[in-house]
């Protein structure tokens, strides 16, 4: 069963400094996987998709990798801003299924 | 344009009623997800829909969980003598072309059963 974790669960950072958020899941045999973020009391906002050949997607100030055979990927944000402060998941495509796997989340607070 | 719309935002209800959940994908999306967002859990499997094709019903928690999409576009989640453990959010989203894009949420249902 595909398991997917967040650490860490919470993260407070002064503006402007460049942060990683890490994901890890147990089985690499996944289609794809994406990052998300979620602000309170709305739904989620898709950041970046990487396809499991891929080994980092970019858009904008956001960085995403992949390491398929370890089960682990990154965010990157770089020149953190406090309209970033949000709840970041990611979530894997899992191989044989249309359903996607979340993590817990982690919840950043980026402080002025 | 428009995106994923979900309604009612939030419903309270006593245990034992039914209730209906709303979403309306984005137009031209041909797949459809349902996820439950608990306090203190992770997003949820409800269902899938694609095309015409059968729906993916395996994270329906029990029998008394159901949906449907109309004509490919709009679909209800219906929860039938609803419980308190189904105090949660129900999240909406479809994408262009299933796993192969990005999902897009709708602002959820908050579920209340009292």
């Known amino acids: 069963k595909q398991e997917v974790t967040q650490i860490p669960a919470a993260l407070s950072v002064p503006e402007g400094e460049n942060l990683v958020l890490n994901c890890s899941f147990t089985d690499s045999a996944i289609y794809n996987l994406q990052w998300f973020r979620q602000d309170p009391g709305k739904g989620l906002t898709s950041l970046l998709l990487i396809q499991s050949s891929q080994r980092e997607q970019t858009s904008g100030r956001l960085n995403a990798s992949l390491d398929k055979s370890s089960g682990r990927s990154t965010l990157y944000i770089a020149a953190s801003q406090p309209g970033d402060s949000a709840t970041y998941l990611c979530?894997?495509?899992?191989?044989?299924?249309?359903?996607?796997?979340f993590g817990q989340g982690t919840r950043l607070t980026i402080n002025p | 344009g428009a995106g994923v719309s979900q309604s009612p935002s939030n419903k309270v209800t006593e245990k034992g009623k039914d209730v209906e959940l709303r979403c309306d994908p984005i137009s031209g999306h041909t797949a459809l997800y349902w996820y439950r967002q608990s306090l203190g859990q992770g997003l949820e499997f409800l269902i899938y829909?694609?095309?015409?094709?059968?729906?993916?019903k395996s994270g329906l928690p029990s029998d008394r969980f159901s949906a449907e999409r109309t004509g490919g576009s709009v679909s209800t989640l219906t929860i039938q003598r609803t419980q308190q453990e189904d105090s949660a959010v129900y999240l909406c989203?479809?994408?262009?072309?299933?796993?192969?894009?990005?999902?897009?949420f709708g602002n959820g249902t908050r579920l209340t059963v009292t």
């Open positions: 829909f694609q095309g015409n094709s059968a729906p993916d």
């Open positions: 979530a894997v495509n899992i191989q044989g299924a249309q359903k996607l796997v």
């Open positions: 989203a479809s994408s262009l072309q299933g796993r192969n894009s990005p999902l897009h």
